[in-house]
Structures are given as C-alpha cells and as structure tokens.
C-alpha cells in the first residue's frame, strides 16, 4: 500500500510524524495514562446512575447499559485512530509526479534532490499508521488529486523567472572575465554609439542594451573594432591576428566580437554552461521548448542595471529584478509612483512566501500527526474530537489544491499579459520585464494566503472551528519568509524616500 505526498519535505516529515505519533501512544499504553479516561468514564456514569431515582428500575441494568453506550464508542476509537495497523516507510511513501508526467516536465526524486541526506537517515525507518488516518489520507489525497487533475497544464511562469532572475554567475574567473569584457568591449562601444548620435529604432535600443546584442556584434564599427587587452586562455593565440602582442604561452587577443559568440570558447558559450548547471529540471525543460532561449537566459544573467556604464565599471552583484522597463513605466504615471516602490519590497516578499507555505503545511500535517493521540486521549476519546481532527487534516492536506490553483491563475494571467498587443515585450521577455500590472502582481500573490483562508473558513461553515486557527498558523508560519524576502528590496525603497 502507496501513501502519496505532494513535497519533498511532506515525503520526508510523514514518515517522522508517524514515528513520532507510535511513539507517544506507545508511552500512554506503557504508563497506562491512556486507561485515565476510561476510568474517568466509568466513574461519571457510576454517578450519574446513582443519582437516579427508584423509579428508573434495576440501576445495575442502567450502569451496565449506560456504560456500554459509552465505552463501546470509546473502544472503536481507540482501534481505529490510534491503534497502529498499517506500515509506512520511505518504500511506500510515493513523491507525486502524476501532474508533472501529464504536463511534460521532471521534477528529481527525493533521493536525488537536496533533501537526499534524510532518505539515508530514514530509509531502515519504519511507523504503522491507524486504520482510520490510513483511510483519511487517501480519501485527502484522492479529493487533492482529482481536483487538481481538473485544472489545464500551465508551467509556473512566476516560478521559472523568479529562478532565472536569481541565478548568478558561480565561476569566480568567468565572472572576472565579464567584467573585463564589459570594460574593454560593452562599454567603449555602447560610448561610440552614444557620441556617434546615431538614431535608433526603439528595436535597436532594446539590442544593445545588453552585452550580446547583435548589432553590437554585427557592426564593424562596434565589437569588431575592439579587442582584448589581456590573453584569454581559451583562443589560442593567432599570430595574423595578433601581430605586434606578445605571445605569452596564455592565451589569444580576441576581438570583441569574436570574444562573445566564438562557439564553445566564446564568452556566451562558457556563460551558458555555467547558468544552466544550476536550472532545476523544471526551468531547463521549459527553455528546451523555447525559440531565442539562448538570449532571454543571458539577458537576464546580465541585466544593463546591474552595470554603471558611464564608469565602465561592473557591480559584483547580479540580484535584483528592478530594471530600465520598470522605471520607464513609472515615470509615465506618477500616480503609481507609491505602488511601485511597495512592490520592490513584496514583490520577492511574495516570492519567499510560494516557497515557504508547502514547508509550513508539511510541518503543520507533522505536528497535527503527532498531536493526533494525545488530543484523542485527553478528549475522553470523544467522537467530537476525531471528527475534528479528520476536517483538520483534510483541509490541511487539500490546501495544495488551492495553490495549485492560485499558481494556475498566476501563469495563465502572466501568459495573457505577455500575448497581449497592449505589453511591448512579448513571449519570453516576461523574464526580466517588470513592467507588467502591478496592481496584479499584488493580487496573484494574495492569492496563496487568501484562497486557503477562504478554505479554512469554509469549514467553520460546516461546523469545524477550524478556520481562524489554521489560516493564522499558515501566514504567520510564512510571514517571516516573506519578511526576510522583502528585506534586501526594502533597503532600497528606504533609499528612495
């Protein structure tokens, strides 16, 4: 029998919950606290016979029919939620990849993601579950799953640049080099275009706004005319093409444009393979379908705002998803000048808070799994109590399906936006175009906390008095994600008040 999670950290954390869960009721069965309430139970209904009249016939009939209506319940519940039946371990607990196999992505499995050490310390680890939460669990799932199956395949756009966007270049030589080659090569061209006044089409602008722009490589007067000041090990050295430099055994004096696009020891190239070594499975699939994915991959390694081109210097960071576009935009409407600079701040707020809610249901379904018989024990094993527990877990467990579809609705409005004649930058240029709706972006990502809230009142509705608890755990278990995301932005907009 399969149990399957929907994350890493729910493939691992069930396991320990269910370890943890044999172990506390193994600890009420070994010092006999469990037996407390039963006793508790026989006492109460002891009295309250006795304080029966003569009219109400044989009291000892009354006792022992008063005590079956209470203790054959009791027993049911002790056997079928806390009685451990069914195995689980890490050979029978199934990562999810039907959505993945049915969209045409791969996601690694747990052994061989980051998470990896926790399949050595658990793989010999195995807990039992009850027959009643073996049931929960499938129907829960099941009901997640089956939901979800609803929703139409849609990769998590926000998803795939908010990955790209924080990649930055992991070679410390590589890095040094693009900063040589901005020095010697982007810049003085980017200063012959700007002294030689030419005028340029909104189209030419956007190509040389970037290191590999193609009329930057194309014409003779830009990278053709410039070259490497210092010997780049990876282009041999060419006496033709080198004549009058010294040839100190290091390396070749490349042009500029041979220095960018010379195939495999071309800067581009060896920019590339450093970049994608680091792309999850998900993201490399997505750029494999993708036309121009070369470009829109480096142009958002190498941004223009992340270089001070009238000192011909290089930042040595390559975070930040502020660019020209964005501030263009805000420009043309000062009325969204106080919208903007907030949304520098939630913006990777929000982005820190997609990744940290599935680490926060992951451990909430843990403690409510651990929690689990001691709440069944000091209930007096009341049938209240375990129907609680049972809408507790379900809607913890199916609020994936609510991000699923706040995810949904996030890309399908990226990918709208994006195939819109009313935004300029088309297709894949929603990596590092921050000139989308703002007011949007704000909405999408409410979305996460709003939706499972809706949820979790939802079964106050029904009756649980659930919602206001797990809906207050979920935002204030991710708002210091969120906090932390949006601090590095915030420094910024404190700068520019």
Known sequence: MTFSVDSYMEYFLT?????????????????GVWLIPLVGMIFKVWRDVAKQGDDEGEKGDLLIRWLSLELIPAMFIVVLTLAPMFTISLNNIEYNERASIQCGYKVPSPEK????????????????????WMFMHKIDKGFTYGMTAVLPCQRDLRQVRFEVQHQKITNPALLTEVEQF???????????????????????????????????????ELYPRFRAQQPISTFPYDSTRDTALPDSGRGGF?????????????????????????????????????????????????????????KGKMYQGYGGSVDAGFWNAVTRLTSTVGTAVGSLAIF???????????????????????LIPIITILSGFSIKTVVTLSFVYFALVTTSFWWELARWLDSFMIEIMYSSPSHDMLNIHFLENAQDDIISNFVMGSLFIILPGLWFGAMTWAGINVGGTMSQALRQGSNQASTAGGKGAGIIESKLK
């Open 15 to 31: 396991l320990l919950g269910w370890l943890l869960n044999n172990g506390v009721f193994a600890l009420f069965v070994g010092t």
């Open 113 to 132: 993601s980051g998470y990896a050490p926790f399949a050595t310390t658990f793989s010999n680890r195995q807990a039992r579950m009850p027959i009643w």
């Open 182 to 220: 901005v020095q010697q090569c982007y810049v003085p061209a980017r200063q012959k275009l700007q002294t030689s006044q030419v005028s340029l089409t909104p189209a030419q602008v956007r190509e040389t706004s970037w290191l590999g722009g193609k009329l930057l490589i194309s014409n003779s």
């Open 254 to 310: 490349p042009s500029c444009d041979q220095w960018w696009d010379e195939s495999n020891a071309g800067l581009k190239s060896r920019l590339l393979t450093d970049m994608r070594q680091n792309l999850s499975a998900q993201v490399s699939d997505f750029f494999n379908s993708v036309s121009n994915r070369d470009e829109a991959l480096l142009r958002t390694l190498l941004r223009a705002e992340n270089m001070d081109i009238s």
């Open 348 to 370: 990777p707020g929000l982005d820190a808070m997609r990744q940290a809610l599935p680490m926060v249901q992951a451990f909430m379904i843990m403690a409510l799994i651990i």
